[in-house]
């Protein structure tokens, strides 16, 4: 998640986009850089790290001008280093460009620019393409060149640029990725986000989807796709800084649960072509090695670990390879079975958790392969991996996992499509079946959030619990514990998830008349002996939340409430049914005045043993 600022007027550029850039810290960052247009040529300074190493960069140089844009940016393609920042200049250096989003058709595009117009690229990312292009189509005419390049261009973006030969305009662009524009007096801003302009602004433009805004020092002018003249109303923000971070919502858990559409999306975007074919780009295992493997350990710790339990039962049920899932903090310490045909899996969202790191250097040294599915660029996780798969979630800011664990587990489902369909081990229908579900997850994980108002409901039943106990079988039973963990950690409740074929051999001992229980129920071919699972408790008193698709109405007859939802096949069940249980867990913190967003005692990232 990068952020985007520009400005143009007569004050000093770059004061004011370092001060938008630093509002922007939240979206977190690796790299951040500025391009202004002083006297009719373009100066750019970039760095990789904190702002901090920007600003001190900037101070040594004569470096000022009176328009410019700036970028924070959050690692997707290339590593996070100075060349990979924004801004990117064109080839003649006459156009610089920011970009938040992924060009999904970059690498089609980098060829042709290399082969018909012998361009020379300096860096790894997607997003030098942009300038490039722009620069190919320039005929002086900067919005016609933005304009033709976008496109040719397939994925999302909030693109803004600038041109040597204008120092009064910067053009900015959007499709599914933010982008606002912001009213100054004598001078206006661009942003993907309202927090960076607050100190200046707080009446702005909120630009749609297809759009094109030309702001100069005088006025800004939005234009639709075929450039027809837009009217906008200006929106007056009354929010405080803290609440805009948030983008309206309340804690940053919410917001994120919020994004998790957008966030599969995003991991899902540019790895299942048109034809339905699995394309992972930092994954280098052949069809020899894949076949050679003949064990895998995922390891992990906490919510990472829940994604690794349904990792396993994919991987199993697609590719056919015995596989483990392990706790690092067990594994480092076992002398767990190891040599050259194994695949480990480290799966982080931050990839600097210690335990994970040593299990993996363990393994290392024993000869296996890494693999890790991590969310954060150049961690340390991710450069010591042989292959990387990167959840696309964006910071996540709230210490309570949400949108890094449903990326997680479409990271696995994308994995065990590919081992299965080069390993020959997953039948094309099958393959095909889930591809489709895959794509069907956004729209439906919308769909599940608008039972956020139910969940509430139901929450504030049950916020003055002190035990709530979590059943489910099969890929129920990873849910269960990342729903117990969710509302352990954030509500402070005594929480304890267990497989329901297990209860009756001593957890069923617990249940006193009124005991709480959530049942998820969304396995079909489970769901039977789920309705006996509930009869059973139901006999003992217990109170019962039963959870399970739409149309299995059963369980609606036998529990005290229920949360439905959308229809899906078993297999990404999972991934719809903890949203429910991420707003159930929110919603009984937030009743119980939680300090939601940094529970007691617990760290983002777990950097020690
Ligand atoms: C719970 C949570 C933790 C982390 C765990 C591993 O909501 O966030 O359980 O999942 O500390 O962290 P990463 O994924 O950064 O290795």
């Not at 996070?80 to 920042?85: F, G, Q, T």
């Not at 249980?581 to 005045?593: E, G, W």
């Not at 939680?594 to 760290?603: G, M, T």
Request: aromatic share 8%; proline share 2%.
């Amino acid at each position: 998640m990068c952020g985007i600022v520009g400005y143009v007027g007569d004050e000093s550029a770059k004061e004011i986009i370092i001060s938008g850039l630093k509002s922007l810290e939240y979206r977190g960052y690796d790299s951040a850089g500025i391009a202004l247009n002083k006297d009719g040529k373009l100066l750019l300074r970039k760095e990789s790290g904190v702002i901090g190493n920007l600003e001190k960069r900037i101070k040594k140089n004569d470096f000022d001008g009176n328009i410019g844009i700036g970028h924070t940016r959050w690692a997707t393609h290339g590593a996070p280093i100075r060349e990979n920042a924004h801004p990117h200049l064109s080839c003649d250096g006459r156009i610089a460009i920011v970009h938040n989003g992924i060009i999904e058709n970059y690498m089609e595009l980098k060829s042709w620019l290399i082969k018909n117009h012998n361009v020379e690229f300096k860096s790894e990312t997607d997003s030098e393409v942009i300038a490039q292009l722009i620069c190919v189509y320039y005929n002086g005419d900067l919005v016609d060149a933005v304009r033709k390049a976008v496109e040719r261009m397939r994925g999302a973006y909030a693109i803004g640029a600038i041109s040597a030969d204008d120092e009064d305009r910067i053009v900015a662009v959007r499709k599914d990725a933010p982008l606002i524009a912001g009213i100054g007096k004598g001078c206006n801003y661009l942003a993907s986000d309202i927090p960076a302009l607050l100190k200046y602004t707080r009446d702005i433009y909120l630009i749609e989807n297809g759009e094109i805004v030309v702001v100069s020092r005088g006025d800004i002018k939005i234009f639709d796709e075929d450039m027809t003249r837009v009217k906008r109303e200006k929106m007056h923000v009354t929010w405080d800084a803290a609440a805009a971070e948030k983008g309206g919502y309340e804690h940053f858990m919410k917001k994120e649960i919020y994004e998790q559409p957008e966030a599969v999306n995003k991991t899902l975007e540019g790895r299942i072509n048109a034809k339905g074919e699995v394309k992972l780009d930092g994954i280098k295992l052949t069809k020899k090695e894949l076949d050679s493997i003949s064990r895998i350990y995922i390891v992990a710790c906490g919510t990472a670990y829940h994604a690794g339990m349904q990792g396993k039962e994919l991987i199993e049920n697609f590719a056919r390879i015995p596989t483990e899932t392990d706790l690092a903090s067990e594994f480092r310490y076992r002398d767990p079975i190891i040599d050259e045909n194994t695949l480990f899996i480290c799966v982080s969202q931050s990839g600097e958790t210690s335990d994970t790191i040593e299990a993996m250097r363990e393994a290392k040294r024993r000869g296996a392969r890494i693999l890790s599915i991590c969310n954060v660029v150049g961690s340390s996780i991710t450069r010591e991996s042989d292959d990387v798969l990167y959840t696309w979630a964006g910071p996540e800011i709230a210490v309570a996992s949400t949108k890094a664990y449903t990326t997680q587990l479409v990271c696995f489902f994308l994995l065990a499509l590919y081992m299965g369909k080069t390993r020959n081990t997953l039948p094309r229908k099958e393959y095909d079946r889930i591809v489709d579900e895959l794509k069907k997850l956004p729209a439906k994980m919308s769909d599940v959030l608008g039972a956020d108002d139910h969940v509430a409901r139901l929450a504030s039943k049950f916020a003055v619990r002190e035990q709530i106990f979590y059943i489910g079988r099969g890929s129920d039973v990873g849910t269960a514990y990342e729903a117990s963990l969710k509302l352990k950690e954030i509500s402070y409740i005594n929480s304890f998830a267990i497989a329901a074929g297990e209860l009756k051999h001593g957890t069923i001992a617990l249940i006193n008349r009124g005991t709480l229980f959530v049942v998820l129920a969304t396995q079909d071919r489970l769901y039977e002996k789920m309705l006996s699972n509930i009869e059973e408790i139901k006999a003992r008193h217990a109170y019962v939340v039963g959870v399970a698709k739409k149309g299995n109405n059963r369980i609606r007859r036998i529990s005290d409430d229920t949360i439905m939802i959308p229809e899906c096949s078993d297999e990404v069940a999972p991934i719809l049914a903890v949203v429910p249980m991420q707003l159930f867990a929110y919603h009984i913190a937030k009743l119980r005045k939680r300090d939601i967003d940094k529970p007691r005692n617990l760290a983002k990232s777990v950097t020690v043993e």
